[in-house]
């Protein structure tokens, strides 16, 4: 089975300060990943997605991903976080089911931002 | 509007009463697919649909639960006999195909007193 963990619970930063939300994944073969946000009382945003093409993955909002096949990670990262990047973000596998797949989600972390 | 669209947006309802959630997908969007999200948690795979065909179901789905998609169109995602511990957030996704973009609603937030 696929599974993705997320290390932080809980992420805090300052306005104009780098962000990384890590994550670390367990398939038995080449996974398809993805991070997904969900800002309170708004449906889930996909951020950015990988299936083994470019091991760095840009995405929306200027955040990007980089797929670390030798540590099983795809961490997310942002040069500079704003005020409007506070929210859960979800770091997800795709499973592969009995007649497809299905996305396997991590449990989140809360992106605090302060001034 | 035409994201994916879900029906109630809150739900309160008493411990044993039936509930039924409905499902508007994205357009032409073959793929739906039902997740519950509870508290602290990510959502968690329920169910799918390939149209109208209900193509597996997750062992969280106990029998008390059940999902259509009639036309495939909509779906509607039904509990019956509700306990406590259903209270959850109740997520609906759509996707045109197989491993394309999945579109969530924005949910429907079940508490059962």
């Known amino acids: 089975a696929q599974s993705v963990t997320q290390l932080d619970s809980h992420v805090s930063v300052s306005e104009g300060t780098p962000v990384l939300l890590r994550c670390n994944y367990s398939s038995s073969y080449s996974p398809s990943l993805f991070w997904y946000v969900q800002h309170p009382n708004k449906g889930l945003q996909l951020l950015l997605k990988y299936t083994s093409a470019a091991t760095l993955v840009k995405g929306i909002n200027g955040f990007e991903a980089e797929f670390k096949k030798s540590e099983t990670s795809f961490h997310l990262t942002k040069p500079s976080a704003h005020m409007s990047d506070a929210a859960e973000y979800f770091c997800?596998?795709?499973?592969?089911?009995?007649?497809?797949?299905?996305?396997?989600f991590g449990k989140g972390t809360t992106l605090s931002v302060s001034s | 509007d035409t994201g994916v669209s879900q029906n109630p947006r809150h739900k309160i309802t008493k411990r044993g009463q039936n509930v039924t959630f409905r499902c508007d997908p994205i357009s032409e969007h073959n793929r739906l697919y039902w997740y519950r999200q509870t508290l602290g948690q990510g959502p968690e795979f329920l169910t799918y649909?390939?149209?109208?065909?209900?193509?597996?179901k997750s062992r969280l789905l106990s029998d008390r639960f059940s999902a259509e998609r009639p036309k495939g169109s909509f779906s509607t995602l039904e509990i019956q006999r509700t306990e406590q511990g259903d209270s959850a957030m109740y997520l609906c996704?759509?996707?045109?195909?197989?491993?394309?973009?999945?579109?969530f609603g924005q949910g429907t937030r079940l508490t059962v007193v």
């Open positions: 997800v596998v795709s499973e592969r089911r009995q007649a497809g797949t299905a996305l396997i």
């Open positions: 649909f390939q149209n109208e065909a209900q193509l597996e």
């Open positions: 996704a759509s996707s045109l195909f197989e491993d394309t973009e999945a579109f």
